[in-house]
């Protein structure tokens, strides 16, 4: 039977130089992937807990990863589209609000923001990746695990929809 000496001292030094790489990578790259998160969740606490989730994930993987930011964009891809689908659904209560609230730029925004809110889970990730983050096709297919063809009809999907949301539509013909 042979023994092996353990190799703490060299196995300590790895995780203290993982765990500086990670922490750069954090420093760096948290505003991009915040707003990334922000833009599928809509919300910004909501955002940031999205963003925790998605970097405890990564750091578990960390010594493995090849493309520390694209793992990362699709982990919170995922991670969202998973409590989308756990989220129960269910129209929530508000106050008296006006007939026709006064539209400016900010509000013709938000509009768009709520009618990409109510898109399903998968085409709302493939707007937000395609469109606010300017990524291709075949960067979109890799992050979300699925064939080009797929991110192609998921936007075009998504685009039809918002092209008949009734918010959308009656905002264009004032």
């Known amino acids: 039977m042979r023994h092996y000496r353990r190799q703490a001292p060299i196995r300590r030094q790895d995780e203290l130089a993982d765990r500086a790489i990670f922490q750069d990578f954090v420093v760096a790259r948290s505003d991009r992937l915040l707003r990334t998160a922000y833009l599928l969740t809509h919300d910004w606490a909501t955002a940031e807990d999205l963003l925790q989730e998605s970097l405890a994930k990564a750091w578990f993987a960390w010594p493995g990863i090849d493309e520390p930011e694209a793992y990362v964009r ?43 809110g109510r898109l399903p889970a998968k085409q709302r990730a493939v707007i937000v990746l395609r469109f606010y983050e300017d990524l291709p ?20 999907k998504a685009l039809a929809k918002l092209r008949v949301d009734e918010s959308i539509v009656k905002e264009l013909h004032r």
């Open 74 to 116: 699709r982990v919170l891809v995922t991670t969202y589209t998973s409590w989308w689908r756990r989220r129960w659904r269910r129209e929530l209560p508000s106050g008296d609000l006006p007939d026709e609230p006064a539209r400016d730029d900010a509000g013709r925004r938000e509009e768009l923001w709520e009618a990409v």
């Open 137 to 156: 096709v075949a960067e979109v297919a890799r992050l979300l695990g699925c064939q080009e063809g797929t991110v192609k009809s998921q936007t075009a």
